[in-house]
Structure formats: C-alpha cells, structure tokens
C-alpha cells in the first residue's frame, strides 16, 4: 500500500484474480500466489493477509524462486519480476527458469529500468552523462557501489553479457545520445533473453512523446498462446499511453509503442516475411507470437487478422479453418483460436 492509501501491485494483482476466479467457467480453478520480498516483508504479508491462496516469502528473488518452483512442473507458471534496483536481478536465473521442464507453460514480465542501468554504466566506466536532459524519472538505484570493477561485474551480470560495454563507448564518443543508448541496450537484452524463451515482448513505458521510457515491461515466453494475450493486453495499455501522450487529440497516423510512424503496407509485407520462412501451414496464434516477437508490441492480434484476410483475399495467403463451415453450412469467418476451433494460414 502506498502512503496516500493506494493499493499497490501485490493488492492490485490479488484483486484480479478474485475476480477471475469468479468469473471463470472452469469448476475447480485455483491460483496461488507468492510475493518474494525482501525489505518490506512485515508490511507486504499485514496488506495482504485476507486473501486466500496468498503468501509472502521474506528473501531475494533470485535465491528464492527456485526452491518455490520446485513440483510445479505441471502447473502454469506466470512470474512478475520487479526488482529493487539496477543491479539486483542477475540474468543468469533466466536461464535457469527456461530450463525447466514446465508441462504447460511459464511466462516471466520483468519492470527493466533501462535507462538507469545506462546512468549506472556511465557511472562505472566513468563516462560523463548528461543529467540535463535526464527529467523526472529515473530512481536512485541505493546498491550502487564505488567500486568501479565491481559494479562493471555486476552490470555484466544483470546484462547477461558485455555487449552493454560498446553501446556505453559509443555513447561517450559522441556516436548515438542517450536515447539510442537506452534503446539499443533493450533490444540486446532482448536478444539475450530470446536465446532462453522462444516469444519475447518489449514495451517501454512514456508518459510523454519523446521522452525516455520510465521503464520497460519485457515479456518472455515459450507458450505462443501466452505470448498472444500479453500482445493484446500491451496494446490495450498502449492506446491508454497514447490518450495521455496527445492529451486525448487524435493522432492522423498510426504509431508503434516508440511512437514511430507505421505504413499498414509495409505491415503486409513483414507478415508475408514470416509466412515465406514456413512451408506448410502455421497455426495462427504461433504465427501472431513469431510476428509480434519480430516486430514489436504495434498491432493487436484482431488488427493484424484484418491485415491477413486483405492478402488471402489478394491471393497471398490461404487459410484452414476448422470446422470448415458453420452449423447452418455457411463457410466459416473466425479468427481466433479456441476449444473445437482452429485456423491455419501458409503463403500461396
């Protein structure tokens, strides 16, 4: 709970799925939830002690979660990962979770801080950084430490690697701002995390045209189905995001979530870029998970579809559904997957 009185997160997220469980169809459903917190344990276990199904576990995530994901192998597993500070979440634990033989599926959203880990790697390879144009918000990452080799150890760790070394180079030469800077670490990260789950979604998060994100959301799964909900749900927050970015003026061209200019045209040529590397039939949600993975969080599934049907419609693509027809033997139009409903698209 915030100081004014607000719910955070944890209450928010408890909420949620008191009110999933009561709408839900399914007769038996069960969700469990764990809260891993380290500082503010005694607070966090008091807010949260009238929900069934909650508990809180007082330690670090990473030397934690392994041992609670232990005889969950055939469950579904989603984990939200908001770590204290720049360096406190290494990247090796990634791995460790994509390792695991998980029979359904499991998907990891991480609250990056991008920008803060490009302060925090100025700051180590003592590279001046220009805090004029820096704004409101970055947060004070309290582990720094003043001990150069070490942070850069742990900048390392937390990167998965030291690609971040040369974006930090170029920086200090002059070559790319802090904008591209910041930029360029997350889609390398990105890439990084995408050697470990199959489907990985990046979101920045702007309250303002042109401004550095806050943060980013990153999205990471193996289950396509789970990667085609976290799209839609990001475009949704995409459209709030952008009501508050003009101030609830329509904007006269569509624009990705990095508030670039997007061409529907050119839209139909990525989604027959990643038809042509199949050559039979894809399922069409694997397919919504490959194209948003590639592409970025720009388009919901239902507006990519309409994309879709255009060059079926142009004899690009063909599609199966099944069943074939409707009960009243019409040929059937749907597009989304579901229990006794399947679609499948290929390139002509």
Request: proline fraction near 2%; include cysteine.
């Amino acid at each position: 709970m915030f100081d004014d009185g607000n719910p955070g997160s944890p209450v928010i997220a408890l909420e949620i799925i008191n009110e999933s469980l009561a709408n839900t169809n399914f007769k038996q459903a069960i969700i469990k939830s764990c809260f891993i917190e380290l500082i503010h344990f005694e607070e966090l276990r008091n807010n949260i002690a009238k929900y069934k199904n909650a508990m809180v576990i007082s330690g670090k995530y990473e030397d934690v979660i392994e041992q609670q994901l232990k005889g969950k192998q055939s469950q579904n597993v989603f984990l939200y990962i908001d770590p204290y500070g720049v360096k406190s979440l290494h990247f090796s634990i990634f791995g460790k979770l994509s390792r695991k033989n998980f029979l359904h599926s499991i998907e990891l959203l991480i609250n990056l801080n991008s920008f803060g880990f490009i302060r925090e790697a100025c700051s180590a390879m003592n590279v001046k950084f220009d805090i004029d144009d820096l704004g409101e918000i970055f947060e004070i990452d309290n582990t720094s430490s003043s001990n150069n080799q070490k942070s850069i150890d742990d900048l390392t760790k937390v990167a998965g690697g030291e690609y971040w070394k040369g974006i930090i180079e170029d920086y200090k030469k002059g070559l790319i701002d802090g904008y591209e800077a910041e930029k360029q670490f997350s889609d390398k990260y990105c890439e990084k995390l995408s050697e470990k789950f199959e489907y990985v979604l990046n979101m920045p998060i702007r309250l303002k045209k042109g401004q550095r994100p806050k943060y980013r959301m990153i999205h990471a799964t193996n289950h396509a189905k789970g990667c085609v909900l976290m799209n839609d749900n990001m475009c949704k927050r995409w459209e709030a995001l952008q009501d508050l970015q003009n101030q609830g003026q329509i904007s006269l061209f569509f624009e990705d979530v990095e508030n670039k200019t997007i061409n529907k045209e050119v839209v139909q040529k990525e989604i027959l870029d990643v038809m042509s590397s199949h050559k039979d039939y894809i399922e069409i949600d694997v397919f919504h998970a490959k194209f948003v993975s590639r592409y970025g969080v720009r388009f919901s599934t239902s507006e990519i579809c309409k994309e879709i049907d255009h060059l079926c419609n142009t004899n690009k693509l063909e599609v199966k559904r099944y069943p074939e027809t409707t009960e009243t033997g019409k040929p059937s139009k749907f597009w989304t997957t579901s229990r006794g409903k399947k679609v499948k698209v290929r390139c002509l």
